[in-house]
């Protein structure tokens, strides 16, 4: 496994930190809070269980700051933390959802994208309906207010292990080795929560942008 190395600024900062520097740890939450807030909320049912979790989430990084070792990014660290205390809190408010919704690994048989979207023998189809090129839509329509919105309700409403592939992957940028190691996923586990995450998102935007009757 690749080691991210720290780099000089963000050393300095972990060394201010660790000497108790107020106006390092509000750097730090200035540069971070709303990230984990938006992490969090994708783990928990409300937004008030959202704050509580980012605010456990500061509390570990003040008292544990001594021992981060500095193997990783301070974000990836953070982030880390956010992760294990929202599975919690996400598994005691939800203790009551059954299994088969919370798990967000889909049946192997069970296709991402609809069947009728293709046309011709079952796995060597071709486009009956092809996905919408968004590129050929005007920019403001794309990223309209209206548009971010749906995308993020949409990310929402996904199973949770696939919630949380696409808002680490695609609203946090997160690389692929660093979701895996943070939510704990094999490389294909994740390309298929991945992948099946967004082929929802997609068919929610081609409705909304009148891609599809």
């Known amino acids: 496994?690749?080691?991210?190395?720290?780099?000089?600024?963000?050393?300095?900062?972990?060394?201010?930190?660790?000497?108790?520097?107020?106006?390092?740890?509000?750097?730090?939450?200035?540069?971070?809070?709303?990230?984990?807030?938006?992490?969090?909320?994708?783990?928990?049912?409300?937004?008030?269980?959202?704050?509580?979790?980012?605010?456990?989430?500061?509390?570990?990084?003040?008292?544990?700051?001594?021992?981060?070792?500095?193997?990783?990014?301070?974000?990836?660290?953070?982030?880390?933390?956010?992760?294990?205390?929202?599975?919690?809190?996400?598994a005691n408010e939800r203790r009551t959802v059954p299994m088969a919704t919370v798990d967000g690994s889909a049946s192997p048989g069970e296709p991402a994208v609809s069947p009728d979207r293709f046309t011709g023998p079952p796995g060597h189809g071709v486009w009956a309906q092809p996905p919408a090129r968004w590129s050929d839509l005007p920019e403001e329509t794309a990223m309209s207010n209206a548009t971010i919105s749906l995308v993020l309700e949409t990310v929402n409403r996904l199973p949770e292990q696939q919630r949380w592939v696409v808002m680490l992957r695609d609203v946090e940028d997160w690389s692929s080795r660093d979701v895996c190691d943070i939510l704990g996923l094999?490389?294909?586990?994740?390309?298929?929560?991945?992948?099946?995450?967004?082929s929802t998102v997609r068919s929610t935007l081609e409705q909304h942008l009148g891609a599809r009757s």
Do not use: C, Y
Not at 186 to 198: D, F, K, P
């Open 1 to 90: 496994m690749t080691v991210s190395v720290p780099s000089v600024d963000e050393s300095s900062l972990v060394d201010k930190l660790r000497t108790g520097d107020s106006a390092a740890f509000r750097q730090l939450v200035t540069t971070h809070q709303q990230s984990l807030r938006r992490l969090a909320r994708t783990f928990v049912p409300s937004d008030a269980v959202a704050d509580e979790v980012v605010q456990e989430t500061w509390l570990a990084v003040i008292h544990g700051i001594d021992r981060f070792e500095q193997r990783s990014t301070l974000k990836t660290w953070i982030t880390r933390i956010l992760v294990n205390i929202a599975r919690t809190k996400g």
């Open 186 to 198: 094999t490389e294909a586990n994740q390309r298929v929560l991945l992948h099946r995450g967004r």
